[in-house]
């Protein structure tokens, strides 16, 4: 039986890596789109989006019957329930890649933006955020994951950097107002991604360790500073 | 033991039904203090939200706990994950009722937002959307959650709306910038609590049927329409 169940939970881990695999690419291209000015990272996004949600559902049917035929205990129940979980989060960021893919339709139609060295760094900084969150996962290593918990909050210091200086613009007439709205509207996508991360880092301390530290740290929060 | 796993099953709903409880009282507040311009309101949101976030820690440990002690199956296995998942949208819901609390804040520091009409139409649906999401899950009523899937695009609609006319108003000066942004980001902030709602309404359905819904039908997104 334990046997069966590790198999189960070792097929569980590859589909979920797979799964984050096409999220870190959709992250990616979605970067790549308003970055580079380009409709084929655009459209590269919706593809992944698709195989997402595929893996997404399918990942959920898997914990399932893992659950029903298998009724793992401890560790291996905390593993499952957190696999359930960062499944739902990287779901979610795939929306966020499509959302900011759609933002750049839109961005794409008026003249660039005077200034994206903000925007560009908090993309950086989110992309590698994710990747430490995957990687906590793929290697059950809680420092990693303790790691995209204290450095969230950098995104969102930069994130009222570009809401600023995008109102600054407006007001300054450098740019339109819907553009600097588009701006917005991508660094509060990137944003999310972020948060999400976060949210899969607490599941991987859950997983390794059973605390629940979702609500021992603060997050900033509201107005300019959203969470 | 099916006994004890339906006593278990009973409380974690009644834990539920209470964390939605608060939630709605959450957004309750959260609305009447852009609407009437109200401090005491956002003090409100923000002293549910640690009720919030301690009912989200106490359920999951408990659904934990059911899953490891009582080894449900089929229906009841379907409704503690559902439960699982429910209590994840709760919090964020409650997450975006501080967000609109903490908007408001700055939503008062500014000259009065020239028309409110669409921001109060989109609050008013969205409760109802909540209410109904909630409703769904109480009576087990698939018929409720499936109008909760359906109606969701009337929100996006209603914030399309809003997004389109704080632009015309920031561009024609009938507002400043940051006064603008203050209600677009409030509508944001309704729109993804309607979104969650949504989420429920899905897990609500299968939790019932055993069928998962949640990338059959299309939702708006992106641009000025996110998801």
């Given at each position: 039986m334990q046997r069966s169940l590790d198999t189960g939970l070792g097929e569980v881990k590859a589909q979920l890596i797979q799964m984050a695999g096409y999220l870190e690419e959709a992250v990616k291209y979605s970067t790549l789109a308003w970055k580079n000015r380009s409709r084929e990272m655009i459209d590269k996004v919706n593809q992944i989006e698709s195989k997402v949600n595929q893996a997404h559902m399918d990942i959920d049917a898997a914990c399932f019957k893992l659950l029903a035929t298998q009724q793992p205990l401890a560790s291996d129940l905390r593993f499952l329930l957190s696999v359930v979980k960062i499944n739902t989060d990287l779901e979610r960021m795939a929306d966020q890649a499509v959302n900011i893919a759609n933002n750049t339709e839109f961005y794409l139609k008026?003249?660039?933006?005077?200034?994206l060295a903000d925007l560009i760094k908090m993309s950086e900084i989110v992309r590698e955020l994710v990747k430490v969150a995957i990687d906590s996962f793929i290697n059950s290593d809680s420092a990693l994951a303790k790691k995209v918990v204290d450095e969230d909050d950098q995104v969102d210091q930069l994130k009222d950097k570009v809401f600023q200086n995008a109102l600054e613009s407006i007001k300054m007439k450098t740019t339109d107002a819907e553009q600097g709205l588009n701006v917005i509207l991508i660094a509060r996508n990137l944003e999310r991604i972020g948060d999400h991360a976060t949210n899969i880092a607490e599941d991987v301390i859950f997983s390794i360790?059973?605390?629940?530290?979702?609500?021992?740290h603060s997050r900033e929060k509201g107005g300019l500073n959203e969470k």
């Open positions: 008026h003249t660039p933006y005077p200034d360790s059973g605390k629940d530290v979702r609500h021992s």
